[in-house]
């Protein structure tokens, strides 16, 4: 017994190395590059090192400003109304017998090509006369969002016990008490999940905000894509590494939730099962 615990805990080591390597490498790089004046090929490092990426960006700070205000506005926006759409929708995935071709019209969004829906989508925000706006931007963002949220919620709701929320009821509470007091904090480290992956996709999103917006909404994406074609490789490396913040906090963010619903940190529960 102990020597194939020993062997899973080298093998989880290992995995989890192999997993902070590849996730260093990229950022590793772009953090050279945003402290870098010039990196010919083929030093291995920089031959100068400066600042210039960072004073330029203050120099230049109104348009990332801007840019940034707007993807947290559309960002927080879209996970909200993912949230809204999404814990119904799962709530009835989760514990109605759904036919199967319903589940696939849900999925349709996200295993199509973003143009196809573009082609689509578009012409009704033109009629409408929203194109090229911020609700726009948000509509279309909820188009990869809902889906996910949907199905992360779907799975919650599949493995939720009705018999609390009937009980609060036998007691005497009203439908926003049980929701508010019962429901809601059994799903909430579901829905945290959900929130992070609606958030993370829309913060990223590229193909969707540069068509509807028409180049009229700048996202963060949009200002590293344009950086990226100046060929100012220390400023993209300042923006892109100043971009990731949000993801991360997110993450972080999800993960103490997480943490605090489950009551015991992982070393603990080790030692009650010991």
């Known amino acids: 017994m102990k020597g194939r615990r020993w062997i899973g805990g080298s093998l989880l080591r290992l995995g989890v190395a192999g997993v902070a390597l590849l996730w260093a490498l990229p950022f590793g790089v772009l953090a050279l590059w945003a402290f870098t004046r010039a990196w010919y090929f083929p030093d291995a490092l920089p031959r ?9 960006l203050l120099s230049w700070g109104s348009q990332f400003r801007a840019a940034f205000g ?28 759904v036919p199967a071709w319903l589940r696939l019209l849900l999925l349709l969004p996200i295993i199509t090509s973003p143009l196809a829906v573009l082609m689509g989508i578009q012409g009704v925000l033109i009629r409408l006369r ?21 199905l992360v919620m779907g799975s919650v709701f599949a493995r939720f016990d009705r018999g609390y929320e009937a009980q609060a009821r036998c007691l005497g509470a009203d ?9 809601l904090p059994l799903i909430a480290p579901g829905a945290a999940i959900g929130a992070v992956f609606a958030f993370l996709i829309s ?7 540069f068509f509807v917006g028409g180049g009229r909404v700048l996202t963060l994406p949009m200002l590293l894509y344009s950086l990226l074609q100046g060929g100012n490789n220390t400023l993209v490396a300042v923006v892109a590494l100043l971009s990731v913040v949000p993801g991360w906090l997110a993450l972080l963010g999800a993960s ?19």
């Open 48 to 56: 100068a090192w400066s600042i210039a990426g960072w004073q330029q």
């Open 70 to 97: 707007q993807s947290l506005q559309i960002a927080l926006f879209t996970t909200l109304l993912a949230l809204g759409v999404g814990i119904p929708a799962g709530r009835v995935l989760g514990t109605r017998p």
């Open 130 to 150: 929203l194109d090229s706006t911020l609700l726009a931007v948000v509509l279309v963002h909820l188009i990869p969002t809902i889906p996910y949220m949907a």
């Open 175 to 183: 439908p926003w008490q049980v929701w508010w007091q019962v429901t």
């Open 203 to 209: 913060w990223n999103e590229f193909l969707l905000t």
């Open 256 to 274: 103490v939730c997480l943490g605090q619903a489950i009551g015991l940190p992982p070393r603990e529960v080790q030692e009650g099962e010991s």
